[in-house]
């Protein structure tokens, strides 16, 4: 199998350095009471490593390998572990829905904001099932677009909510995978004692976190990755497109602003 579903986000710069803000600390602390120092570990979607190379530090006596469709990305993945001395590490290309990984692989296999991206989320879960040995975890964690939460209330941020919804949908993801996300485990196989359900937010509310936050989506509204499905969907026009990026530079020049993003999470035991 291959992935059928567009990423709606994109590579763009303007998009990585969304992601190289995540830390172990920050987007996967659910998963580090579990780690132990030997373990092997499967990091699926791990995008430019910040998470990855976080999670190597956990286990100095085991490895970790990122694994990530676009391998373009990795080139500052390795990069970033060579200047931390990360040697436990290594970092491949490869598509979620096919492993290229024998049964029972790896103790922990992981995946942070991928399956609201895939056509198949499930069956995704499933091959992390198949390449985790018995005894080990399958972890994730996923947002959910529809609860994101902030101040102050302009209305071009709930237009702005309803367009990446859609551009989602059309591109064959799940934007509100958050509460759908241990229904999801539990039809990969897992029972319903084994799957723990937890839910943790980012907030920010920082100057210098708006003002990043703002930036980054002023520009990623009107990339090609995300703008290209809402002009092709006949959901927006340049023009309003133009305009929701003009009202998150408002949002952030705003002396009170805030936003929080809440994530459902899942650590689910294999036997």
């Not at 040995?133 to 947002?143: D, F, M, P, T, Y």
């Not at 241990?182 to 708006?210: L, M, N, Y």
């Amino acid at each position: 199998m291959a992935e059928k579903a567009t990423y709606t986000h994109g590579h763009h710069a303007s998009v990585l350095r969304v992601h190289n803000q995540r830390t172990a600390l920050n987007s996967a602390a659910f998963l580090l009471p579990h780690l132990k120092p030997h373990m092997k570990i499967l990091d699926i979607g791990c995008g430019p490593g910040t998470i990855t190379v976080d999670l190597a530090t956990y286990v100095p006596e085991g490895h970790v390998t990122g694994l990530e469709m676009v391998g373009d990305v990795l080139v500052g993945a390795r990069a970033l572990a060579e200047s931390r001395g990360i040697t436990n590490i290594d970092f491949v290309t490869g598509d979620a829905n096919s492993l290229a990984y024998d049964d029972e692989t790896f103790d922990v296999v992981f995946c942070h904001q991928v399956l609201q991206h895939v056509a198949d989320p499930v069956a995704i879960l499933r091959e992390m099932k198949r390449v985790c040995r018995n005894g080990g975890i399958v972890a994730a964690r996923e947002s959910d677009y529809s609860v994101f939460m902030w101040y102050p209330e302009l209305p071009g941020l709930r237009r702005w909510q309803e367009l990446y919804d859609q551009v989602a949908r059309k591109n064959g993801g799940e934007p509100n995978a958050g509460r759908h996300l241990h229904v999801w485990a539990r039809r990969a196989g897992f029972d319903v004692q084994d799957v723990e359900s937890t839910v943790s937010s980012w907030c920010f509310a920082k100057p210098d976190e708006i003002k990043w936050w703002s930036g980054a989506w002023q520009e990623r509204i009107l990339q090609p990755a995300f703008a290209r499905g809402a002009l092709e969907g006949g959901f927006a026009t340049e023009d309003e497109l133009k305009q929701i990026s003009g009202v998150w530079k408002e949002w952030g020049e705003h002396e009170d602003a805030l936003i929080s993003i809440p994530s459902a999470e899942v650590v689910c035991r294999k036997h």
